[in-house]
């Protein structure tokens, strides 16, 4: 082991060198298997090779169990009642509005599980070479950030962890200051062993990451499960909270509504956008359609296991709502031996359902647009590892959760953002360019897709008219007493997200109607090289043969590159 980890580490002359140059810490030029050779990649932006397509059926239903049983998708339901409404209002909200997220997850998700390339050179057909920066920036920086936050709320699994192996842990004197830097010396103790914990299981390669799942898909679930059985049990109901009726009518909760399914919608906003990053390694095309039905069963069910336990604590407690499971733990702590054994093991199954969700919905996504925004110095795993350090420490989370709440608010109202990011992708491939892309054109910034000075307008005349009506509303979100603006203009945020996904579907496939860049549209798809197998999907025009993909596909990518450079330099 000791051979194995030092054979890995830097010698002296190389941390020397990288302490004092960037130079020393460029990675090997690597040769594309599709980008020209004057642009700089590296291997992980290339098409998925065949050995690596492992994802199956399972694997998809794994990754979004252990993503959404969480401790973020078990408090879902209390954000839901706690501004007026009551569980049966909570629970078609969850259904639906994981069902909204579903949709655009598996139209982008297909675009991965096709192609086998990853969101940031996908982007690239419906926002051209450049334009696709400014989306690949925005997911990577927002990933960061919830990598951070995530990792705070981990973190408090730790705390219950180390209370119940020593619960003089609990008594650590607070020498930081809590009340002024939002986080005491037992939280920051918590805190820096979840991120070092953490750290290397981060730098898991996505086509291992099944045993992860697997894990998780065992133990999370039956926390759950048995956390809610031991409160109804302990109660001897389920309690009062499902006699609750609504505090809003008429339009007031009619709009209510969408803006709850609107925040649940937005919730998983992000992957919507990035989701070819993962099914880039699916085996099949047809697997990652099981994610349509899967995704709002299983947030749904989450939800409902949330509800049911946290009406239950009321009665055990005789005190308010426990909606974090955590919160529940600690007075695990205080009934014994036993009580503190079970604390620890369902704070450790928290603990592995953060780290999963963190893998999952933050560090693998930020990590590879970093390879795409700096492929001169980052792969996927120095990604990892920035995203890591970034999000952890850099941006102090245990400062924005205890007082930035305009930075939440902004946080929370990015999906108006990324909603017509996933509606022009997913429009761009689906009804524009027929399934059919230029593979080899996506990695070149003068070919095809290159557009207008690398933007397409029509993506950006989309994103524009798709985002301006919400932007009044998220500067009220985020400055309450400052900004004044309509009723109506609300009422159009409160489902920011549903019309930034429908409206930029609808002007960018009218602007493709009317407006064609004929140009960047080919008949067939052209592969390049030969790296996916199985590729049909269902797709008939999909099926050609492996000699034209090695050679006649590159010979007609490299004239139509020309022709659609010299088209799109006169529009």
């Not at 408090?156 to 003089?168: D, F, H, K, Q, R």
């Not at 700096?374 to 989370?397: D, E, L, Q, T």
Request: charged residues 10%; aromatic residues 12%; contains cysteine.
């Amino acid at each position: 082991m000791a051979s194995y980890i030092t054979k890995r580490l830097p010698n002296a002359q190389t941390l020397k060198a990288r302490t004092t140059t960037l130079k020393a810490w460029e990675l090997p030029k690597q040769p594309s298997a599709l980008a020209p050779d004057h642009i700089r990649t590296n291997v992980d932006m290339d098409p998925t090779p065949p050995e690596q397509q492992t994802w199956s059926l399972w694997t998809w239903m794994a990754y979004w169990a252990t993503d959404m049983i969480n401790l973020g998708t078990w408090e879902t339901a209390s954000s839901i009642i706690a501004v007026g409404l009551t569980w049966r209002e909570a629970i078609p909200i969850m259904a639906v509005g994981t069902m909204c997220v579903a949709i655009p997850v598996v139209l982008n998700g297909a675009i991965g599980a096709h192609l086998h390339i990853p969101f940031s050179i996908i982007v690239r057909s419906g926002f051209g070479y450049y334009f696709a920066y400014f989306c690949i920036a925005s997911r990577s920086i927002l990933a960061m950030f919830w990598l951070g936050i995530q990792s705070y709320n981990g973190a408090l699994a730790m705390t219950v962890m180390l209370s119940a192996i020593w619960p003089s842990y609990a008594n650590i004197p607070d020498t930081i200051g809590e009340e002024t830097q939002g986080i005491s010396t037992q939280g920051m103790i918590s805190y820096t062993l979840f991120w070092l914990i953490q750290l290397p299981l981060l730098l898991i390669h996505p086509t291992r990451l099944r045993w992860l799942f697997i894990v998780k898909l065992i133990v999370a679930p039956i926390t759950a499960i048995a956390t809610m059985a031991w409160c109804v049990h302990k109660a001897g109901s389920s309690g009062d909270l499902f006699n609750q009726t609504p505090s809003v009518s008429g339009s007031s909760y009619a709009f209510l509504w969408l803006s709850c399914m609107s925040s649940v919608t937005g919730t998983w906003a992000t992957l919507a956008v990035n989701m070819p990053d993962f099914t880039r390694y699916a085996r099949s095309g047809r697997g990652q359609y099981i994610q349509l039905p899967f995704l709002p069963i299983i947030f749904t069910v989450c939800g409902v296991i949330g509800v049911v336990t946290t009406s239950a604590s009321i009665v055990i407690y005789n005190e308010g709502p426990l909606w974090n499971p955590l919160d529940i733990c600690k007075h695990w702590l205080d009934e014994g031996h036993g009580g503190r054994a079970a604390a620890f093991f369902a704070a450790l199954s928290w603990y592995i359902a953060q780290v999963g969700t963190n893998i999952t919905a933050n560090s693998i996504s930020a990590a590879n647009d970093l390879t795409v925004l700096f492929p001169r110095y980052v792969n996927i795993k120095r990604g990892c590892i920035i995203a890591a350090f970034v999000g952890g420490w850099v941006i102090v989370p245990w400062k924005i959760l205890s007082s930035a709440e305009t930075f939440l608010a902004f946080m929370g109202g990015y999906a108006v953002f990324l909603a017509p990011m996933a509606g022009i992708i997913a429009a761009d491939y689906w009804i524009i360019k027929r399934r059919h892309l230029d593979i080899p054109a996506l990695y070149n910034p003068h070919g095809r897709y290159r557009y207008w000075f690398g933007v397409n307008p029509h993506g950006l005349i989309a994103f524009v008219l798709a985002v301006a009506p919400n932007l009044p509303g998220l500067a009220h979100a985020i400055n309450l007493k400052g900004t004044h603006v309509s009723a109506g203009v609300l009422n159009l945020y409160s489902f920011d997200w549903l019309y930034g996904f429908v409206v930029s579907i609808f002007i960018y496939t009218t602007l493709g109607m009317i407006w064609p860049l004929k140009a960047s549209l080919v008949s067939e798809t052209v592969w390049g090289l030969d790296v996916i197998e199985g590729r049909g999907s269902g797709s008939e025009g999909d099926e050609i043969g492996d000699e034209e993909k090695r050679g006649g596909a590159v010979e007609n990518k490299m004239a139509g590159e020309g022709k659609g450079s010299e088209e799109m330099s006169n529009m």
